[in-house]
């Protein structure tokens, strides 16, 4: 069973910076592939990023190409998002997921993934 969990929610103005972490213990196959998501309110799911763990390989979404930046520390079992030069349009709970490669898999979509955190909030403000 994998678990994760996140923290480093908070309010910022925009052009601020956050690092939002992602804690994850369980199958190390379980999760190579480990994305972050979003949510805000009256919208679907959205996806913002994702890493595989095995080759270090990064997926953005174009809303935050450039500005955002995931990483991991495999020793330590954490992957984080760094975001940078925030927008209020990035306003929204946050969630970390994890699924094992698979050929075929489409990492943008949420159905790639099989574990979810409880998600942290980010509020940007003008």
């Known amino acids: 069973q994998v678990q994760l969990v996140e923290s480093g929610g908070g309010f910022v103005q925009a052009g601020d910076s956050l690092r939002l972490s992602c804690a994850a213990s369980?199958?190390?196959?379980?999760?190579?592939?480990t994305g972050w998501f979003r949510r805000s309110p009256g919208k679907d799911r959205e996806f913002v990023g994702a890493?595989?763990?095995?080759?270090?390989?990064?997926y953005y979404a174009d809303s935050v190409k450039g500005r955002f930046t995931i990483s991991s520390d495999n020793a330590k079992n954490m992957v984080y998002l760094q975001m940078n030069s925030m927008k209020p349009e990035d306003t929204a709970l946050y969630f970390c997921?994890?699924?094992?490669?698979?050929?075929?898999?489409?990492?943008?979509?949420?159905?790639?993934?099989?574990?979810w955190g409880q998600g942290t909030q980010v509020t940007v403000s003008s």
């Open positions: 997921a994890a699924g094992p490669v698979a050929i075929g898999m489409v990492i943008n979509t949420p159905r790639a993934y099989t574990n």
């Open positions: 369980g199958r190390a196959h379980s999760r190579l592939l």
């Open positions: 890493i595989n763990l095995r080759d270090v390989g990064t």
